[in-house]
């Protein structure tokens, strides 16, 4: 999916979330959810894959770890 598509959709469900409704429509689709934490959930996932979108690389994670050597 593009930037674009995913902007649309999660401008279509923050809309639809704020109204208060659980069906949201953006491009002729339409999803309905079950719960507002469900809405969330959809939410938290649009937010995570538009700023994997911006940011063009993945993150990286570096853990260290140390010992005496005994």
């Known amino acids: 999916m593009t930037l674009e598509e995913l902007s649309t959709q999660r401008e279509a469900l923050l ?5 208060g409704v659980r069906t949201v ?6 999803i309905t959810y079950a719960t507002d934490a469900e ?22 994670r570096i853990f260290t770890s140390a010992s005496k050597g005994l």
């Open 39 to 60: 809405m969330a959930a959809a939410l938290a996932d649009l937010e995570k894959r538009i700023a994997a979108a911006e940011s063009g690389t993945p993150r990286r």
């Open 15 to 19: 809309a639809a979330r704020y109204r």
């Open 25 to 30: 429509e953006y491009d002729g689709k339409r």
